[in-house]
């Protein structure tokens, strides 16, 4: 017998709200004190940080949630803080110790290593993750004792630098990356590299997408305190800003009308108007109609596949194919 339908709790509110995360605090716990805080119906996060990591967190209200998966595709950028001389079984400050070196690396040293991990990598995921292995989160096994082997997993990192060297206990890096690249991961790994052992002291992500800090709202000033109003829905930025750094296309009404109706395009006539900065090999687009966005689109085995279509409330997408109706965040 079918379940009665039950109207959500909330209000039905769409947008993004970026926030910037305080230390001490997990994403889910953000999502939860703001789902309150704005009476919502449904709230996520665009990108997991840690809870020692501070700095831009993208909330996705309502309609915004179907954008998460091409929030977390987008660029990332960090800064973090290695402390040398003692390896964490977290790999950051937060964890236990479990090993200790008394080697300090050269400036020289470190950026002579860098190098290898720019670039298209295979990363170990620290064992205090939310990988699965067996159906069990690794961060779960390793609380009960039992130390997850996890298996090296492609990531992709465009900029690692060193940007001071404080004294010779810590190193200060920047990090440009994509899609799954733990910063545990990179910090643990060069010090490795280097002939000592470290761990993240401190870690913010200062970029996820088109989402700056410049725009990142401090927790403290939405929630916490009882002089502090109930958060405006006025906060809250249009879905479709969290497309703005996809590359966009311009297409006739007549190739928007093939999209639409899940027809693929040969690049052949699209030639001369596809965007530099698009991969050929499964890149997305933004399909435009002059200034009016009207959905994406993939770029895939020489066509142009849509992915996802503005509804007619052109506020929200809706799946033009099978391919488009995977993914969705629950």
């Known amino acids: 017998m079918p ?3 039950r109207k959500p709790k ?18 889910t716990d953000v999502v939860n004190k703001l789902k309150r805080a704005f009476q919502a119906q449904k709230v996520g996060h665009g990108g997991t940080l840690d809870p020692l990591a501070t700095g831009v967190l993208p909330l996705a209200f309502g309609a915004a949630t179907k954008m998460v998966p091409y929030v977390m595709d987008g660029t990332k950028t960090y800064r973090f803080t290695l402390k040398f001389g003692e390896a964490r079984d977290t790999d950051d400050a937060d964890g236990q110790v479990i090993a200790t070196s008394e080697a300090r690396p050269t400036d020289e040293a470190i950026r002579a290593a860098l190098p290898a991990f720019v670039g298209d990598i295979l990363q170990v995921p620290p064992i205090y993750s939310a990988i699965k292995v067996n ?3 690794a961060y779960d096994l390793a609380r009960d004792g039992q130390l997850p082997e996890l298996a090296p997993r492609p990531a992709r990192v465009d ?13 200060i890096f920047f990090v440009q990356s994509g899609k799954g ?5 990179l910090a643990r790994d060069i010090a490795r590299a280097v002939g000592a052992v470290g761990h993240i002291a401190t870690l913010r992500r200062m970029r996820v997408g088109p989402f700056l800090e410049e725009a990142a709202i401090p927790l403290d000033k939405l929630v916490g305190s009882e002089d502090i109003p109930p958060p405006s829905p006025d906060l809250l930025l249009p879905v479709t800003t969290a497309l703005a750094d996809i590359p966009a296309l311009a297409l006739t009404e007549a190739e928007i009308a093939r999209l639409s109706f899940g027809q693929a395009i040969s690049l052949v006539e699209l030639m001369g108007r596809i965007p ?6 499964g890149g997305l687009v933004r ?9 994406l689109a993939r770029l895939e085995s020489g066509l142009l596949k849509p992915e996802r279509w503005l509804g007619p409330g052109e ?11 995977d993914g969705d965040p629950e």
């Not at 209000?11 to 605090?25: A, F, Q, T």
């Not at 900029?159 to 190193?171: G, I, K, Q, V, Y």
């Not at 399909?287 to 959905?295: F, N, P, S």
Request: charged share 25%.
């Open 181 to 185: 690249v733990y910063m545990r991961s």
């Open 159 to 171: 900029r690692f630098e060193l940007e001071s060297r404080p004294d010779a206990d810590t190193a």
């Open 287 to 295: 399909a435009m109609a002059g200034e009016r966005l009207k959905g």
């Open 10 to 27: 909330g209000r039905p509110l769409d947008g993004w709200l970026i926030v910037d995360k305080p230390s001490g605090i997990g994403s």
């Open 315 to 325: 506020n929200t997408f809706v799946a033009t194919s099978p391919a488009g109706a």
């Open 276 to 281: 530099g900065d698009a991969s050929p090999d």
């Open 3 to 5: 379940r009665p339908y």
């Open 135 to 137: 159906g069990a989160r």
